[in-house]
């Protein structure tokens, strides 16, 4: 029967959508990094492009091989897959390989294997394990506190590195929690946070301090009466949120440092001297700075593949890394780059769509895990390229140089898109 | 949280990214998108400037290479550094100096080591700089002159200024511009069109490759050569007469209006201003605030022009009928203007229109002068009358000749005396030197010969011009070919220039005739002051004088003012004879008196004003 087949069962939206962004990515990372000799072949190992193609062609046959391989397998040792990730990543403390000052890098011969890239799968993959437990209720306290565990973990170690942009990979399955009930005020509580500190920053304390107080008064007025949070909640939340407000100006001088504040005062559009301003667009907004030059000078329709003047000139630094989308810009526009942008949102939400059609809650909890992981490296990494936030290392999935990138992204969706395609006949199993 | 509520912020998101993607790229502030990229580098590829020639196609100006030895410091091998300052004949601390300077510069980048080699250097260099990494030659073309002549007709080319710059988007700071005389007047045309190339760099500003395979690149065109008016054999003889003599001659075809020769004295060797030393030439002739050598006199001096000007005034009383040519004055050795006697040094009698121009007689210019006001109702009818007559011979304004700088002269108008003197408030007697070429009236040298020329033609003149032709243009502007009429009908010319001709033959001139050549000529003789500490002191007069020959066919006319030479023919005269005949005859049969010419200098005249001592002026001593 053709339909059994598990090829004809696959998502074949999301594989267009997959292979679409793959290419265009591989296309991206040949211009940037191809020099002026077109003449070499295109699987020459000693290039970029080269390295970035032998990894596409093990993707696709690793996604092959673990086709036949059977979906409960992964899903019962995804505890023991989360204790090798966990090795792994303690073993870099020892065997690790330092690049650009990150100690992320296991040296493996011709390649090096970044095990934080695996780690964010398998982290995904443990957290679907413990949630789907019918035991499991994320409204105890304990659960709770065991499922951040499991974030907070891998996040520490690899914070360590230090990577702190694949730290904000694993907060990023926060939203999972938050999908599978933990209560939504954690994350008022959390982002409360986040804004008091930046406000501080910006406004300073005094405006601060009314204009969260005026806040919090009026929530008390309009809040619905239906809505019940622990009196502990309510006493420890304005608390704790006027001490970070009056800890901010502290934490800002004495624990972050210099690069840290560089980042902010830019961010936030902090700096008030003229000297010291241009100093920090020189230096940590140079990056932002010929990014968004490279970008905006592909205007409609980009200057066509390989015509990219600042791209061939190297100008924008990492620009076939963190930076690749700033090559989409100038050769191909706003059209492709937009089209990019589109095919990126449409893959995310059709994975929601997917997650949502799962029968077992270990998919649809793997499904929404993956789709934060995609979400917050898109969101992110563009985010940053288009200087509409502070600069974070963290790869443009599918497009940014990285073979261990590459090949996770493209097990991490296969896996969930093997589970889709099995879904209808894993209820019988 | 639900499914639609993560959906929401994911399509957020998207729109966000696609809102900040077209306020960056769809609203692009830079509107050249080429010339703004950093990634581009617009390189200019320079074309020989064009070759200037004389009317006989004797070249002038050319061009020659110059070489500047360059260097990337971050390319540089250790090398042999003593031959390698043989070579380049430098010292071992001037060059550390330099390469320290170069890489405080850029190491990167390339700069200047050693700028205009010679040629002898730059052929014992080139076979061995192979073997010095990081060094390399830059080929550069500078002026070279073929005369040492013609220094302020020709002009010089110098560096762009901030301002140049401003006023015209053709040049980038470092290019050349002309800067004066002809190379500034046919700076269009001698300049040609420089090629561009574009150069894609990478983020070290190294050149990686051409930008579009050369696709917007263009050739340079080279200028275009022109040939001009001047004699160069003329204007050689012209300025080693002019030796230690300050003052202008400028000579003219009347039939053309073509400038044979322009001198100002003193001048100096146009190569002066080329290479090198450059700067330092021209700082030093620039600071000589007495010679002036850059101060181009046969252009900018405005003397008033003295008795010249009578032949002018009886041709304006002969067309107004105040006069006809056997009206006769007595001449009293002198004239009484509003009872005051003024002198005349033509020894007296009765004279009448010939015998007043050869003897140059100032009482029977002064009485035709005043029986010319006589004809009108006002003195203000009079004189505008008068005025347009003058103006009609390109007095008392620019001439429109094509050199860049230049001086109107003066004719006084009406309104001139009546800011003097106050409307309705003078008369002819107030303005009556002008009746002798004295008082209010100036021109400039090339005034004086376009004046002369238009008597030679008979009433009309061409402006007079240094263009003959611009290789690969048909002609030359039609304002340069086009006749320009005096006001003045041709049937007056006649006894003028007999009468002109009568100052060679038995008047003030009559020891400078050319042997076989008939000469029309009028001398002058122009008082003028100056002030020392405050005071108004009268030096010796200019010598002045304009001629034209042949008569019967003008192939010349020529006006020579020679500062402080005193008497019309004393100097002035013994020039423009010389002139002529060199240029009609092409030798001199007068070797005496060219001798004589060529070896006189009026230091000692020119040292008596600031000598601080008591002088005499007008002394006969040579």
């Known amino acids: 029967m053709r339909g059994n087949l598990l090829i004809f069962r696959l998502d074949w939206i999301s594989i267009f959508l997959l292979l679409f962004l793959i290419s265009f990515g591989w296309v991206n990372i040949y211009s940037t990094t191809v020099g002026n000799d077109l003449s070499g072949p295109l699987l020459d190992l000693g290039t970029f492009y080269g390295k970035q193609l032998f990894f596409a062609i093990l993707s696709l046959i690793i996604v092959i091989l673990y086709s036949f391989i059977p979906d409960q397998f992964i899903e019962r040792f995804s505890s023991v897959f989360y204790l090798i990730g966990i090795a792994l990543l303690l073993g870099l403390f020892v065997f690790g390989k330092t690049i650009a000052g990150a100690t992320s890098w296991y040296d493996l011969g011709p390649f090096n294997f970044q095990p934080s890239e695996l780690m964010k799968m398998i982290v995904a993959l443990a957290l679907a394990k413990y949630l789907s437990d019918t035991q499991v209720n994320l409204r105890y306290s304990a659960h709770q506190g065991y499922a951040v565990l499991l974030l907070v973990l891998p996040s520490i170690l690899v914070i360590a590195q230090p990577d702190p942009g694949s730290a904000l990979v694993f907060f990023s399955l926060f939203l999972v929690l938050f999908r599978e009930g933990l209560p939504l005020y954690y994350l008022t509580f959390v982002l409360s946070f986040i804004l008091a500190f930046a406000a501080t920053l910006k406004f300073g304390l005094t405006y601060t301090f009314i204009g969260t107080i005026a806040l919090y008064l009026s929530y008390l007025w309009v809040k619905p009466k239906q809505l019940k949070t622990p009196t502990w909640f309510n006493i420890s939340y304005p608390v704790i949120l006027f001490a970070v407000i009056a800890s901010t100006t502290w934490v800002y001088n004495s624990v972050f440092k210099q690069h840290h504040r560089d980042r902010f005062s830019l961010w936030l559009n902090l700096e008030t001297n003229q000297d010291r301003l241009l100093d920090i667009k020189q230096s940590i907004g140079y990056n932002t700075y010929q990014a968004k030059q490279a970008i905006a000078s592909g205007r409609w329709s980009g200057k066509g593949f390989l015509e990219g003047t600042r791209t061939k000139g190297d100008f924008v630094p990492a620009q076939h890394s963190d930076y690749i989308f700033s090559s989409v810009g100038e050769e191909w526009g706003f059209i492709s780059s937009a089209i990019v942008i589109l095919a990126f949102v449409a893959l995310l939400l059709r994975f929601i769509y997917l997650a949502d059609r799962q029968k077992k809650a270990f998919h649809r909890i793997y499904g929404y895990g993956i789709t934060s992981i995609l979400f917050i490296h898109f969101g992110i990494n563009i985010g940053m390229v288009l200087g509409m936030l502070p600069t974070i290392g963290i790869p443009l999935p599918f497009f940014s140089y990285g073979g261990s990138s590459l090949l996770f992204f493209c097990l991490m969706c296969y896996i969930f898109l093997k589970m889709d395609a099995n879904r209808l006949k894993t209820h019988f199993d | ?622």
């Not at chain 2, 080319?157 to 050349?176: L, T, W």
């Not at chain 2, 190379?183 to 760099?201: A, C, D, M, P, T």
């Not at chain 2, 008016?229 to 003889?237: G, M």
């Not at chain 2, 061409?462 to 070919?481: A, M, Q, W």
């Open chain 2, 1 to 622: 949280m639900s499914r639609f509520f993560y959906s929401l912020v994911i399509i957020i998101v998207g729109l966000l990214f696609i809102g900040k993607l077209v306020s960056l790229q769809l609203f692009y502030e830079e509107s050249n998108i080429v010339e703004s990229d950093p990634a581009i580098t617009k390189n200019y590829l320079y074309p020989e400037r064009g070759f200037i020639y004389d009317r006989n196609g004797n070249l002038l100006v050319g061009n020659q290479p110059a070489y500047d030895v360059m260097v990337t410091p971050r390319e540089v091998a250790s090398l042999d550094t003593l031959e390698f300052l043989k070579l380049l004949d430098l010292e071992k601390e001037e060059f550390i100096d330099k390469m320290a300077r170069a890489r405080r510069y850029s190491t990167r980048l390339p700069s200047v080591l050693v700028a205009n080699l010679s040629k002898e250097s730059y052929a014992a260099l080139q076979e061995k700089l192979r073997r010095f990494q990081g060094f390399f030659i830059r080929k550069k073309s500078l002026r070279d002159y073929y005369t040492t002549s013609a220094a302020h007709v020709l002009g010089y080319i110098s560096e762009v200024n901030a301002d140049d710059v401003r006023r015209n988007d053709y040049y980038i700071p470092g290019e050349n511009i002309g800067r004066t005389g002809l190379e500034r007047q046919y700076e269009q045309v001698l300049r040609g069109k420089k090629g561009v190339s574009y150069v894609q760099k990478d983020r070290f500003n190294r050149v990686i490759g051409p930008y579009k395979e050369g696709s917007l690149d263009s050739l340079p065109e080279m200028g275009k050569n022109i040939h001009i008016t001047i004699d160069k054999t003329l204007q050689e003889y012209g300025e080693r007469l002019m030796n230690g003599k300050r003052g202008g001659i400028v000579a003219i075809e009347p039939k053309t209006g073509e400038i044979l020769s322009m001198i100002s004295g003193p001048t100096y060797d146009p190569s002066l201003l080329v290479g090198r030393e450059r700067s330092a030439n021209y700082t030093a002739m620039y600071y000589d605030s007495l010679s002036r050598p850059t101060w181009d006199r046969s252009i900018l001096a405005q003397p008033s022009p003295g008795s010249p000007f009578k032949a002018l005034n009886a041709l304006v009383a002969l067309q107004e009928g105040a006069i006809n040519p056997r009206t006769i004055y007595t001449c009293d050795e002198g004239f009484y203007v509003a009872g005051v006697k003024r002198g005349c040094h033509c020894g007296g009698g009765v004279r009448d229109l010939n015998s007043g121009l050869l003897h140059s007689c100032n009482a029977y210019f002064a009485e035709s002068f005043r029986s010319f006001y006589r004809k009108f109702e006002t003195t203000t009818e009079a004189h505008d009358t008068w005025e347009a007559h003058m103006k009609s011979f390109g007095l008392g304004n620019f001439l429109g000749t094509d050199l860049p700088t230049g001086a109107p002269g003066r004719i006084p108008s009406t309104e001139f005396y009546d800011r003097a003197y106050g409307r309705n408030r003078w008369v002819s007697t107030f303005v009556i030197s002008n009746a002798i070429g004295q008082g209010e009236v100036a021109a400039t040298p090339l005034q004086l010969a376009n004046m002369t020329a238009a008597i030679a033609n008979r009433g009309h003149f061409i402006t007079p011009h240094l263009i003959k032709e611009v290789e690969g243009e048909n002609s030359i502007d039609y304002k340069f070919r086009e006749k320009r009429y005096t006001t003045i009908d041709e049937k007056h010319f006649d006894p003028v220039i007999k009468g002109m001709e009568a100052v060679y033959t038995s008047g003030t001139a009559r020891f400078l005739q050319v042997p076989g050549i008939r000469l029309a000529g009028k001398t002058g003789t122009v008082e003028n002051y100056t002030r020392i500490d405050g005071e108004k002191v009268q030096l010796t007069d200019h010598s002045v004088f304009v001629a034209f020959a042949p008569v019967e066919d003008p192939k010349i006319a020529i006006a020579v003012y020679i500062e402080h030479g005193y008497y019309g023919n004393r100097y002035a005269g013994h020039i423009a004879s010389l002139m002529i005949e060199k240029y009609l005859k092409g030798e001199i049969t007068r070797v005496d008196l060219e001798k004589r010419m060529l070896e006189k200098t009026l230091a000692k005249e020119y040292a008596k004003p600031t000598s601080k001592k008591p002088f005499e002026i007008n002394e006969y001593a040579w």
